[in-house]
């Protein structure tokens, strides 16, 4: 096709080689987390490496930022070159940016469930009672004797060392029986795990990329948000947005963060350690921030 008729005829008058036609297409998305996208089509005359060069806006007034939205944050993360005649290739770019160039927070609370050992739910000790000298407790709980060691000794007073079984309040829960004393079966035979119901926060941040870690909530000598495996008090989360929730406490199980042209999207996540109790995550095996 001739140049004058892709110029007239698509996009206005074609530029001299080495320039770009007006912008063909420009399109904007804002998600519920703040971040922009945006994608904005043009149409270059000239060599296939001018045309890749032309592609990443360098030489532009500033430096990768969006030609036409006037967002300092919306800048360049990618962009395609193809060829649509001899000399002549669309550029497609790809940009993504802060809403209105500023720190935007949202946050979402999930309920869902996991199978968890029966021994871990909150009422377990109260259903198998303690044991009796036949190793049996409430509901058909049955205990097995905890070896305990002693001595003794011989005819000829050499020590021997011994092994005792005893049967107590801190013997080990082993399995419930099948039917209860009338002969009906045993409502809690069989039960090895249940659902626990499960609390989880997230909260994501979009920031315009360069901003530091001077954000709210957030300290740049030491910035607390990388602590995953790190437990946090409701106080300390206040200003990720977390709810109060009694003496329990959050596990940070998850954190993701990428650069996405001129914005940075960060997420975490955070667990609570119970919804059925008011206790906090085990201090013994998860260290406080």
Same mark, same amino acid.
């Given at each position: 096709?001739?140049?004058?008729?892709?110029?007239?005829?698509?996009?206005?008058?074609?530029?001299?080689?080495?320039?770009?036609?007006?912008?063909?297409?420009?399109?904007?998305?804002?998600?519920?987390?703040?971040?922009?996208?945006?994608?904005?089509?043009?149409?270059?005359?000239?060599?296939?490496?001018?045309?890749?060069?032309?592609?990443?806006?360098?030489?532009?007034?500033?430096?990768?930022?969006?030609?036409?939205?006037?967002?300092?944050?919306?800048?360049?993360?990618?962009?395609?070159?193809?060829?649509?005649?001899?000399?002549?290739?669309?550029?497609?770019?790809?940009?993504?940016?802060?809403?209105?160039?500023?720190?935007?927070?949202?946050?979402?609370?999930?309920?869902?469930?996991?199978?968890?050992?029966?021994?871990?739910?909150?009422?377990?000790?109260?259903?198998?009672?303690?044991?009796?000298?036949?190793?049996?407790?409430?509901?058909?709980?049955?205990?097995?004797?905890?070896?305990?060691?002693?001595?003794?000794?011989?005819?000829?007073?050499?020590?021997?060392?011994?092994?005792?079984?005893?049967?107590?309040?801190?013997?080990?829960?082993?399995?419930?029986?099948?039917?209860?004393?009338?002969?009906?079966? $045993?409502?809690?035979?069989?039960?090895?795990?249940?659902?626990?119901?499960?609390?989880?926060?997230?909260?994501?941040?979009?920031?315009? +990329?360069?901003?530091?870690?001077?954000?709210?909530?957030?300290?740049?000598?030491?910035?607390?948000?990388?602590?995953?495996?790190?437990?946090?008090?409701?106080?300390?989360?206040?200003?990720?947005?977390?709810?109060?929730?009694? $003496?329990?406490?959050?596990?940070?199980?998850?954190? $993701?963060?990428?650069?996405?042209?001129?914005?940075?999207?960060?997420?975490?996540?955070?667990?609570?350690?119970?919804?059925?109790?008011?206790?906090? +995550? $085990?201090?013994?095996?998860?260290?406080?921030?």
């Amino acid at each position: 096709m001739a140049h004058d008729e892709w110029g007239t005829e698509r996009f206005g008058s074609i530029k001299p080689d080495g320039a770009e036609v007006r912008g063909l297409e420009s399109n904007f998305q804002i998600a519920p987390d703040g971040l922009v996208t945006a994608s904005y089509s043009t149409v270059f005359r000239g060599t296939e490496p001018e045309a890749i060069a032309a592609g990443a806006l360098t030489g532009a007034g500033v430096e990768g930022t969006h030609p036409t939205a006037g967002m300092a944050s919306l800048m360049i993360h990618g962009f395609t070159v193809n060829r649509i005649a001899e000399d002549t290739f669309r550029i497609n770019r790809q940009f993504y940016g802060a809403k209105d160039d500023a720190f935007t927070r949202t946050i979402k609370l999930t309920v869902d469930s996991s199978g968890e050992p029966i021994e871990t739910h909150g009422e377990f000790d109260t259903w198998i009672g303690v044991p009796d000298e036949d190793g049996e407790g409430s509901n058909g709980a049955m205990f097995k004797a905890r070896e305990t060691k002693g001595s003794t000794t011989d005819d000829a007073d050499n020590p021997i060392d011994t092994i005792e079984h005893v049967m107590d309040d801190n013997s080990p829960f082993s399995h419930f029986l099948p039917f209860d004393d009338a002969g009906d079966k $045993n409502k809690f035979f069989g039960l090895e795990s249940y659902l626990a119901p499960r609390l989880t926060f997230v909260s994501v941040v979009v920031a315009p +990329w360069g901003t530091g870690w001077g954000l709210p909530g957030i300290v740049a000598a030491n910035n607390p948000i990388y602590n995953v495996g790190q437990t946090y008090t409701g106080a300390a989360l206040v200003g990720y947005g977390a709810p109060a929730i009694g $003496n329990r406490n959050w596990l940070l199980t998850n954190l $993701n963060e990428e650069k996405l042209g001129g914005a940075l999207r960060m997420q975490a996540t955070w667990a609570a350690s119970s919804i059925q109790t008011d206790e906090p +995550w $085990n201090d013994e095996v998860y260290d406080a921030s």
